[in-house]
């Protein structure tokens, strides 16, 4: 799978990492994990509900987690 981070996703986790350095190690393993297998048990990967109904989740650590959508965008690009 590819991961495309969006520009709001990196400007949060970059403010993120600046206030706790010590995750960047555990983000990094975790998108890691998530670009080989979504369904990694380590990332607890789940489906949201609501108004987020197509959108995942996967665990980074206590309570942070990133929000992802599957797309399937070939030639749109």
Request: aromatic fraction near 10%; glycine fraction near 2%; charged fraction near 30%.
């Amino acid at each position: 799978m590819k991961l495309v981070y969006s520009d709001h996703f990196k400007r949060n986790l970059s403010k993120r990492l600046i206030k706790h350095p010590q995750l960047k190690k555990r983000v990094s393993k975790q998108l890691k994990l998530l670009s080989q297998d979504a369904r990694y048990p380590s990332l607890k990967t789940h489906k949201l509900s609501g108004k987020r109904v197509n959108e995942y989740s996967i665990w980074i650590a206590d309570n942070i987690r990133i929000v992802f959508l599957i797309s399937d965008l070939f030639g749109v690009l």
